[in-house]
């Protein structure tokens, strides 16, 4: 393949390998001096194999544009390219020179019919119907650039549009300027090399499809390998996607399991909360009411002392009487109650301090009634007259 390349660039092809071989000689001695002895290291030593293959492709390819687009408007190959080279140092482009040719060519055309229009047109450009008759196409846009260079570009633009279409304008810089002498000094290829060019890219073109015929045999047979690879990447594709989807609906299972428990643990708590403040609530009524019963007691105490009245004088008891009339000490009260609430079921601590406290109480005044009853003298006994 590398040989056929080289075969349809430098043209060798058995008895003119000595000279293809000689040109190609001459035109790297050609490149070197162009580029100069001490650019040409730097950039000898930064183009690799790749880069001079593709500027030798791209330049293959170059040939054989500037081949097809002369042949399409009937002009040689140096003529476009010193046109196009004239063109773009003045900001106009290749496709500007395309379109004035082809429309300059049809204008011709034209006014060699009898139009009236595109006759006048060329002869407000110097052009005559003889010039028509005799000259090339290439000659008539010199003749005309020529005219532009000279005169009025307001009085000439609507005849220049007329034989050279609307974007013929976008060559009046070219004109103005010294064309003729920047044609002359542009750097073209021989028709000759654009011919081998375009040939060159001919064969390449043909190899290339030629090597797609066996390339699409051999795709063609492996079609089936192909598309069980196709169908293998596929099946991993779905497994990982339902793999995907199970662990999405796992993790949201977990989630709504997460937020269930959340809610009964958040439900048990405040259930928590309402029997421990009900249990307070039923405390607080226990102390109240035994608040007010102590509050009862104390009462009743108080007004059995009002209705026995003051107690009557009596004479000073002797050391005796005293000692016969002292109650016996009553027996420590306060660990009996504890025993006994103790084995109530159902009393904290707390409240088994409250109870101890009002019985307490309780036992106060029980003990001060005794102690003042004992005061109190029985009454003389009446005699009813009954005896």
């Known amino acids: 393949m590398a040989f056929m390349e080289l075969s349809a660039r430098l043209g060798l092809d058995g ?24 650019i040409g290291s730097q950039v000898g030593g930064m183009l690799g194999v790749a ?8 330049t293959i390819d170059l040939g054989g544009k500037i081949s097809d687009t002369s042949a399409r408007l009937g002009i040689s190959a140096e003529e476009l390219q010193r046109w196009t080279f004239a063109a773009t140092q003045t900001g106009a482009s290749a496709e500007d020179i395309t379109g004035f040719f082809e429309k300059l060519a049809v204008a011709k055309a034209k006014a ?3 139009d009236k229009a595109a006759i006048a047109s060329f002869k407000a450009l110097g052009v005559s119907m003889d010039d028509l008759k005799k000259k090339k196409v290439a000659d008539l846009a010199v003749q005309v650039g020529k005219t532009m260079q000279s005169g009025n570009v307001e009085d000439l633009l609507p005849s220049l549009r007329e034989v050279g279409g609307r974007g013929a304008g976008a060559l009046i810089p070219a004109f103005k300027s010294d064309f003729e002498n ?13 011919a081998k060019m375009d040939d060159a890219g001919d064969k390449i073109d043909e190899a290339m499809l030629r090597l797609r015929v066996p390339m699409a045999e051999l795709l063609a047979a492996l079609t089936p390998l ?22 999405v609906a796992l993790g949201t299972d977990l989630l709504a399991f997460a937020k269930l428990d959340f809610s009964f643990s958040a439900s048990a708590a405040s259930k928590a909360k309402d029997a421990a403040e009900g249990n307070n609530l039923d405390k607080l009524i226990s102390q ?3 608040e007010m019963a102590a509050e009862e007691a104390r ?24 000692a016969k009339a002292k109650p016996e000490p009553l027996p ?9 609430l103790a084995n109530i079921g159902g009393f904290t601590m707390a409240q088994n301090k409250e109870v101890l406290d009002v019985q307490k109480v309780q036992v106060s005044l029980l003990e001060k009634i005794v102690d003042n009853t004992d005061k109190i003298e029985a009454p003389a006994t009446v005699d009813d007259g009954l005896d």
């Open 112 to 114: 060699l019919a009898g």
């Open 226 to 247: 192909i598309e069980f690879f196709v169908d293998g990447v596929r099946m991993i594709i779905a497994v990982l996607k339902d793999a995907g989807d199970t662990f």
């Open 299 to 322: 009462i009743a105490a108080k007004e059995a002392l009002k209705a026995a009245g003051p107690a009557a004088p009596t004479p000073e008891p002797t050391a005796a009487a005293v």
């Open 332 to 340: 420590p009260i306060a660990p009996t109650i504890r025993d006994s």
């Open 51 to 58: 880069a001079i293959v593709a500027y030798a492709k791209s």
């Open 182 to 194: 920047v044609m002359a000094s542009a750097p073209v290829m021989s028709n000759e090399a654009v």
């Open 288 to 290: 109240k009411n035994e």
């Open 15 to 38: 008895s003119a390998f000595r000279a293809g071989l000689d040109k190609a000689k001459a035109g790297v001695a050609s490149l070197r001096s162009s580029i100069g002895s001490g």
